[in-house]
């Protein structure tokens, strides 16, 4: 019986660890490659030199039944249909494979830039609401050469403090001719020196201004000049309008306060909060 030369242990060794790296999955289609050809030609010129092949049949029919083996070895090792990919790493005993990254969803991504991100002005409208509430008369009664003053109060109506409030508030005596058209211009005028008080005041507060809590009240005072005795009897008469305006605005708001309103002709000389009536000024 002809022995197992040395180019033959060596090839059946090479296919043995061909064989244990592809179970244990180590190594890559190259190493694969070189391991299967020197294995397979170390097998084929071990069993053509042998003893047994002495004759040219001999050698012939040996080298295609050995080739034929390693031809099916080879496609077993790398054709076979549950083969791993090179890349795939296997698992250590007694470990499981780790689950595939969960992509997040458009509204998680959202809400983890909400969080990073805090709310800006564009994003939030306040439900403050600032609001002429009174205006309360301290001059008991009207007289040539007395002055009229008066407090104009704005309280938040709202559900929510209003921040950074800036108003503007005033008082005038205006001489009527045309009732809507006195109103509107009026209006108008109070209106341009509520922007432009606005413009001065905000480059020097940095828009800064007063925090005024739900149902709280700020007011300003207000005093006239002496009254003439044409002020005096227009007043009285219906011909001289006691105006006053308020506006105001505040952080976040849905739209600024702007009430324009008017003093009806009093039927005496006392003008005391429950003897005179208040009428909104007519709109544009």
């Excluded at 990073?116 to 306040?126: D, I, Q």
């Excluded at 503007?168 to 008080?197: C, G, M, R, W, Y």
Aim: net charge positive; charged share 20%.
């Amino acid at each position: 019986m002809p022995r197992l030369s040395i180019e033959g242990s060596l090839g059946i060794a090479a296919g043995v660890v061909l064989f244990i790296l592809d179970k244990m999955g180590i190594g890559g289609r190259l190493l694969y490659i070189v391991l299967f050809l020197f294995a397979a030609g170390l097998c084929i010129d071990s069993v053509v030199r042998s003893e047994w092949t002495i004759s040219k049949a001999k050698k012939r029919l040996a080298g295609g039944i050995v080739s034929v083996c390693c031809l099916v070895f080879g496609i077993w090792i790398f054709l076979r249909p549950n083969q791993k990919s090179e890349t795939q790493i296997k698992p250590a005993k007694g470990m499981t494979e780790p689950p595939a990254p969960k992509m997040p969803s458009a509204s998680e991504i959202a809400n983890e830039v909400a969080k990073k991100f805090p709310k800006t002005s564009p994003m939030h409208k306040s439900s403050a609401s600032m609001q002429l509430v009174k205006v309360h008369m301290l001059t008991p009664r009207l007289a040539p050469g007395l002055q009229i003053s008066l407090n104009i109060y704005l309280a938040n109506m709202g559900a929510e403090p209003a921040e950074d409030v800036h108003r503007f508030l005033a008082v005038d005596l205006i001489s009527v001719q045309n009732p809507v058209e006195t109103d509107i211009a009026a209006h108008a005028k109070f209106l341009e020196e509520a922007l432009k008080d606005r413009r001065e005041w905000e480059p020097k507060s940095k828009g800064k201004g007063t925090t005024v809590g739900i149902r709280e009240s700020i007011f300003n005072t207000a005093i006239l000049a002496p009254l003439s005795q044409q002020q005096y009897d227009g007043i009285l008469k219906g011909n001289v309008r006691l105006y006053v305006y308020a506006w105001a605005t505040w952080k976040d708001r849905v739209k600024n306060l702007d009430i324009c309103t008017w003093m009806q002709a009093p039927q005496t000389e006392e003008i005391t909060d429950s003897k005179i009536v208040w009428h909104d000024c007519a709109r544009y």
